[in-house]
């Protein structure tokens, strides 16, 4: 090589990959309120729904609470989105067992209590949330 084609000194930048920043560019991981509101198909903030009820289970002697959905303004577009791209939760009592489990489209990771506290804690008497996580189930 002549010299001048590998200078990198100075002022000089790096190469720049198509869709990549230059280095020290991107300060956090997380993603604008902006581009939240712009991917983002919901008309609520977050969309939860119970998709599987433990506690009433599957002989109709008890309501069961499969459908339930929040919060109480969410549309049938927004629990659509629940069901093809939330996580996977699981509410369950003092003793670790499993009462509902559901769907969480959450996308600012603000609201991930959202459905322990909109309906798990009234209804059922669930006193935490799990994720699903690595095969497993992993408190919030």
């Given at each position: 090589?002549?010299?001048?084609?590998?200078?990198?000194?100075?002022?000089?930048?790096?190469?720049?990959?198509?869709?990549?920043?230059?280095?020290?560019?991107?300060?956090?991981?997380?993603?604008?309120d902006?581009?939240?509101?712009?991917?983002?198909?919901?008309?609520?903030?977050?969309?939860?729904?119970?998709?599987?009820d433990?506690?009433?289970?599957y002989?109709?002697?008890?309501?069961?609470?499969?459908?339930?959905?929040?919060?109480?303004?969410?549309?049938?577009?927004?629990?659509?989105?629940?069901?093809?791209?939330?996580?996977?939760?699981?509410?369950?009592?003092?003793?670790?067992?499993?009462?509902?489990?559901?769907?969480?489209?959450?996308?600012?990771?603000?609201?991930?209590?959202?459905?322990?506290?909109?309906?798990?804690?009234?209804?059922?008497?669930?006193?935490?949330?799990?994720?699903?996580?690595?095969?497993?189930?992993?408190?919030?």
């Amino acid at each position: 090589m002549d010299g001048q084609s590998e200078n990198r000194g100075g002022s000089q930048p790096g190469p720049v990959v198509a869709g990549l920043a230059p280095p020290g560019e991107l300060e956090t991981d997380e993603v604008p309120d902006s581009l939240i509101s712009e991917f983002a198909s919901l008309t609520t903030p977050y969309c939860w729904v119970i998709i599987e009820d433990a506690v009433a289970g599957y002989d109709g002697a008890e309501p069961s609470a499969v459908g339930k959905s929040g919060p109480a303004q969410a549309v049938a577009e927004d629990v659509a989105e629940a069901l093809t791209a939330g996580r996977f939760f699981r509410l369950v009592d003092g003793k670790g067992r499993g009462l509902a489990i559901g769907r969480l489209y959450d996308p600012s990771g603000e609201k991930e209590l959202a459905p322990l506290e909109d309906f798990g804690c009234q209804n059922l008497g669930a006193l935490n949330i799990e994720f699903r996580a690595d095969g497993g189930w992993q408190a919030a």
